[in-house]
């Protein structure tokens, strides 16, 4: 999949000097000469508003929060070892989340840029996000300078790789992925100080990816597994999707979206809150429809109660309801989870 360069950035956190030099988060009384105050070092640092954000933001995923948190811990006490003059040298950050499409690795990847931050480990704030088209030139000589481009632009930051195995085609003689790979994986090594790289993408296809690159392997300190959402959590996401956009249930389309969403699982291409995503921006097209529709017949002026209602009928209109002959398929470029 294409996707176009995205740069992210979440809220500052003032760790780096004026100079732009990393600098980790300077204590107000957290240690005398041989002693650090590890609970003073991380309400300091910041980080526990961006793990409150996480748990808040984010349904379900708690293995991946566990890691998460468990990495900020790490990272912590790496720095109260570091004030006391025991630190063994930077640590390696470079991390691989391996999932399924809308199981929330881009938003984490937000979240560990924030924590590393505030934690010093990072100069800015700072994730660019991007695809194996951002790095990879159609022609000898273009791959260079595209994939250099991207790593200066994110340098001081987190660099994001989605679908990185994309990046290996070796059914391709032609293919200019590998001089990506090499110079990629020469930076990440050359400047681990300045720069995290977070590899993204199906979990199989990664593992085929890092046995065919082994050089990718070595240099990740962290493997994160994003598990799919359940049936109960892709509900609650859907429903607070709805309460940001100021759209509703009411219990009969609950009941109806539930429908839906068990249908809608064991269908091909589903893509977690993704699809929860397209499957509310169709039901409030019909919505809009239906009211239109209505509004033409002479219906009375819609009031904030109709105008931010999803109906039964809007939800059970997709053709996810369609109920199939045995070994028919929808139509050609019809896709079975409008």
Partial sequence: MTADTLE?????????????????????????????????????????????????????LAPVKTRIREIAAQLLVER????????????????????????GKTTVALRMADVLHRLGYIRRNHLVSVTRDDLVGQYIGHTAPKTREVLKRAMGGVLFIDEAYYLYRP???????????????????????????????????MDTFFQSNPG????????????DYG??????????????????????SRLAFEDYLARRVKQ???????SVRNALDRARLRQANRLFAAALDGAQ??????????????????RVFERLTPGTHPAAGQSIAS
Wanted: negative net charge; aromatic residues 6%.
């Fill in 216 to 227: 990718f392997r070595s240099r990740i300190a962290h493997h994160i597994t994003f598990p």
């Fill in 8 to 60: 992210l950035r979440a809220r500052s956190a003032p760790h780096a000097s004026p100079q732009g030099k990393l600098e980790p988060p300077q204590p107000n009384a957290t240690h005398d000469a041989s002693h650090v105050n590890l609970l003073t070092l991380f309400r300091e640092s910041g980080i526990a508003d961006v793990l409150t954000e996480l748990d808040r933001d984010l349904v379900g």
């Fill in 268 to 274: 091909p291409s589903f893509a977690n809150a993704r």
């Fill in 301 to 318: 002026p819609a009031d904030p109660a109709a105008l931010t209602l999803i109906t039964t009928g809007d939800i059970r209109a997709s």
């Fill in 231 to 252: 049936a109960e959590e892709l509900l609650a996401i859907a429903e607070r999707m709805l309460d940001t956009m100021h759209y509703r249930f009411d219990c009969d």
């Fill in 80 to 103: 109260a070892r570091e004030q006391l003059g025991i630190a063994t040298g930077a640590p390696t950050l470079h991390m691989c989340f391996s999932g399924n499409p809308g199981t």
């Fill in 171 to 205: 059914e391709n003689e032609r293919d200019y992925g590998q001089e990506s790979i090499e110079i990629l994986l020469q930076t990440m090594e050359n400047q681990r100080d300045d720069l995290v790289v977070i590899l993204a993408g199906y979990a199989t296809r």
